[in-house]
């Protein structure tokens, strides 16, 4: 089993920036590949980006390209997910999943853990 907690979120004006953390504790001496998701009110729960266990290979969807940079401290066992440039349609709720393995995915349905997530919000 591996426990994810997120943290880092907040309540920012437009144009700001947030760093979320997402820390593994548990079973986490196995390679993991990480992904950030995002649910706003009445929606789905989506992809933000994603990260194999090097850290080399990445993912982001469309919406978050250029703004958004994924990254891992395997040492510290700890995803960050850096959001810059935020825009009000970036409210959501955020939370990290993790996959057992080297690969890296974008769909929810391919994750085994879940964080509880933390709230961003972005006014205008």
């Known amino acids: 089993q591996v426990q994810l907690v997120e943290s880092g979120g907040g309540l920012v004006q437009a144009g700001a920036s947030l760093r979320l953390s997402c820390a593994a504790s548990?079973?986490?001496?196995?390679?993991?590949?990480m992904g950030w998701f995002r649910q706003a009110p009445g929606k789905e729960r989506d992809i933000v980006a994603a990260?194999?266990?090097?850290?080399?290979?990445?993912y982001y969807a469309d919406s978050v390209k250029g703004r958004f940079t994924i990254s891992r401290d395997n040492a510290k066992y700890t995803v960050y997910l850096q959001m810059n440039s935020l825009k009000p349609e970036d409210t959501a709720v955020y939370c990290c999943a993790a996959r057992k393995g080297v690969g890296i995915w974008a769909s929810r349905v391919e994750y085994d853990y879940w964080g509880q997530g933390t709230q961003v919000t972005v006014s205008s």
């Open positions: 990260i194999d266990w090097t850290g080399r290979n990445t």
């Open positions: 548990g079973r986490t001496s196995s390679s993991y590949g």
